[in-house]
């Protein structure tokens, strides 16, 4: 977790709803995801952005752009859901999801993806998405029409990338049973633990130091997001008066933490690796 610094205490000053895992999203919480998502899907759809570019007659590079951008939007809204906030907010699970997914990023960004587990999904997807894209043919034996091929390619996109984060998911109890054998387990921040020790903090003053390494206790009202840093004791809010128990913000999520540019430029960096990746599996497929 980062120290406290001026940084720190102006993102405590922020909405709660980025922090209370029980509160609707925000609209910059919803974009965050969506974006972030956008730049997973530009890497783990780098296999099939190689087949779009060897025939792009059949699959429509605008088909596939689409798709991409209709899933991402799709589970950056699923994602930005209290239920699913709730649910990743234990450290453990949060950190299988987050080595599960860094796995199949880094695995589809390989020039060598298309040969293993992304040719054998696109194969799987082609197979049972004709349930999808059959009815859409009116059972007519000619060429398909443009039209015809762009909504294929589209529905076959959607269909192959749930299957992939299918996929990524069987990964998350083997990540967890790692952590549980031979991994100490994370600090729980809902605990009121230190961020830098894990120390317990319910009984410190926000706005003074760990006991045990020195470290500022930080906290915000639930409701509000008003700061409650103050080095002195307060039992309720001054700004809502609310009674629940402040939260540290720095135990957000690190969609939720990181400045606009820094996502953007993790995003754009994402969307040119995985042309590049692209145009080299495009090579390795003629």
């Known amino acids: 977790m980062p120290p406290a610094t001026s940084e720190t205490r102006n993102i405590a000053m922020e909405s709660s709803r980025w922090r209370d895992p029980a509160s609707p999203p925000t609209g ?125 390619t589209y529905l076959m996109v959607l269909w192959q990338g749930v299957l992939l984060n299918v996929l990524v998911w069987l990964l998350v109890p083997l990540a967890w049973m790692f952590q549980r054998l031979f991994m100490r387990a994370p600090i729980d921040g ?27 206790r930080l906290a915000v009202c639930v409701d509000c997001g008003e700061d409650l840093s103050t080095g002195t004791p307060l039992t309720t809010c001054p700004s809502c008066g609310s009674v629940r128990p402040p939260v540290d913000p720095r135990w957000r999520s690190w969609v939720d933490r990181i400045s606009r540019a820094r996502l953007a430029l993790v995003v754009v960096c994402c969307m040119l690796w995985g042309a590049l990746m692209a145009i080299t599996n495009t090579g390795l497929l003629t």
């Open 28 to 152: 910059e919480m919803q974009i965050r995801r969506i974006v972030l998502w956008i730049g997973i899907c530009s890497v783990s759809a780098a296999p099939s952005l190689g087949l779009t570019l060897q025939d792009p007659g059949e699959f429509p590079l605008a088909a596939l752009i689409l798709g991409i951008l209709t899933f991402a939007s799709i589970a950056g809204l699923l994602t930005s859901l209290p239920a699913v906030r709730r649910l990743t907010a234990h450290q453990r699970l949060r950190r299988s999801v987050v080595v599960a997914y860094v796995i199949r990023t880094i695995f589809a960004a390989l020039p060598v993806a298309p040969v293993f587990l992304d040719m054998w999904v696109g194969l799987i997807a082609l197979g049972t998405g004709s349930i999808l894209t059959d009815p859409l043919g009116h059972g007519h034996s000619e060429a398909p029409s443009n039209l015809m091929k762009f909504i294929n």
């Open 190 to 216: 809902s605990s009121g633990a230190c961020p830098n020790c894990g120390y317990d903090l319910r009984s410190t003053i926000p706005g003074c130091p760990c006991p045990e390494c020195g470290e500022i």
